[in-house]
């Protein structure tokens, strides 16, 4: 059964600084690595996809690396800044016939002005 | 850019009620998910549907809980009988294969 982890549960930092957001999962049989942003009460947004053959994508100010074999995947974030502040979700999606996403329980940003 | 769209955002029922949420998923997908998520808990998997069927559901998606899609666009969740512990808030997503999931606003249920 997979599992993943997200470390740390929650992080403060000032605005400017750059910051990592670490995802690990127990079954390196992915078909890729999905990273959202949630908004409190609100949706789901997509952030990042990595397909099981990449090792990273990037948009903007966000960088995801993933490392199947290791089971490890890291969302870097540049130059945070006050409109960064949510949680931030890591998801697998698993291999085989399984489509599904299991999701980590996130990561609580606080990015202070 | 393509949405999934949800009805209604949020509803209140009371215990024993049945309720249906709906979901229109992007037109070109042909895969369909409900997802939901207890207050401070984990967003958790509950079906997938493919091709006018279940391909895959959890435990949790017992015999309370049914898919349906009435029409080539809409995708509804009903519960059934529905209990204190169902409140949540209950996302539809869609995807293509292999490619990223795209999720609702959610629909926030509170049973009382």
């Known amino acids: 059964k997979q599992e993943v982890t997200q470390i740390p549960a929650a992080l403060s930092v000032p605005e400017g600084e750059n910051l990592v957001l670490n995802c690990s999962f127990t079954d390196s049989a992915i078909y890729n690595l999905q990273w959202f942003r949630q908004d409190p009460g609100k949706g789901l947004t997509s952030l990042l996809l990595?397909?099981?053959?990449?090792r990273e994508q990037t948009s903007g100010r966000l960088n995801a690396s993933l490392d199947k074999s290791s089971g490890r995947s890291t969302l870097y974030i540049a130059a945070s800044q006050p409109g960064d502040s949510a949680t931030y979700l890591c998801?697998?999606?698993?291999?085989?016939?399984?489509?599904?996403?299991?999701f980590g329980k996130g990561t609580l940003l606080t990015v202070n002005p | 850019e393509p949405e999934v769209t949800q009805t209604p955002s949020h509803q209140v029922t009371q215990m024993g009620q049945e309720v249906i949420l709906r979901c229109v998923p992007i037109s070109n997908h042909l895969y369909f998910y409900w997802y939901r998520q207890i207050l401070g808990q984990k967003v958790e998997f509950l079906v997938s549907f493919y091709n006018n069927e279940i391909s895959e559901k959890s435990e949790i998606f017992d015999d309370q809980f049914s898919v349906e899609r009435p029409d080539g666009s809409n995708f509804t969740l009903k519960i059934r009988s529905t209990k204190l512990e169902d409140s949540a808030m209950y996302f539809c997503?869609?995807?293509?294969?292999?490619?990223?999931?795209?999720f609702g606003s959610g629909t926030r249920l509170t049973v009382v």
């Open positions: 997503a869609s995807s293509e294969a292999n490619r990223g999931y795209t």
């Open positions: 998801a697998v999606k698993g291999g085989g016939s399984n489509y599904k996403l299991t």
């Open positions: 990595i397909q099981s053959s990449q």
